[in-house]
């Protein structure tokens, strides 16, 4: 099996009775993959931004049990550790590793962004987020015109929520 098939199952073995997760997971996994190709980023990039995409949130389970709370600095705290026991369990290389849980543990923080698979990363996450959160048109305007910087994911963004 595929390496990111082995991971995408995997997350879902983690997430195991709640669709949601796996369901939010799987759309950013989507996205990121289509604006990692329609931005050109070489293979190990896009090996790299598919791979975080898949356990970005990978942190919320353990903050929802022990802080009764999930917010992105939490899971930023939680996550890269959890990633980094997954990616070293199924065999992944630890370069691959240490760049993924550098990315799970900033996906929620949108200063310096200073990479490709760094910022794809977030956009693919915000566009998940503000569909699933139902946000309003003003607020998909606002991240359009203040997280949005590739070319692709700013016109997946204004065509979704047009």
């Keep these: 099996m595929k390496e990111t098939n082995r991971l995408i199952m995997d997350m879902i073995d983690y997430y195991t009775g709640d669709p949601k997760r796996i369901q939010h997971f799987i759309k950013v996994h ?9 931005e050109k980023l070489d293979e190990n990039t896009l090996f790299i931004l598919e791979t975080a995409a898949i356990v970005h949130d990978i942190g919320i389970k353990l903050c929802e049990e022990k ?3 999930c917010n992105g600095k939490l899971q930023e705290t939680e996550g890269p550790a959890i990633a980094k026991d997954m990616l070293e369990r199924l065999g992944y290389d630890a370069a691959v590793i240490e760049r993924v849980c550098y990315l799970v543990g900033h996906h929620h923080t949108y200063s310096n962004i200073d990479s490709m698979d760094y910022q794809i990363l977030v956009e693919s996450d ?8 139902n946000e309003s048109k003003a607020a998909c305007e606002s991240a359009l015109n203040h997280i949005f910087r590739t070319k692709s994911g700013s016109a997946i963004c204004k065509k979704m929520f047009a």
């Design 30 to 38: 989507s996205f990121a993959k289509l604006i990692g190709t329609l």
């Design 126 to 133: 915000f566009l998940v987020n503000l569909f699933e959160g």
């Design 67 to 69: 802080y009764g709370d």
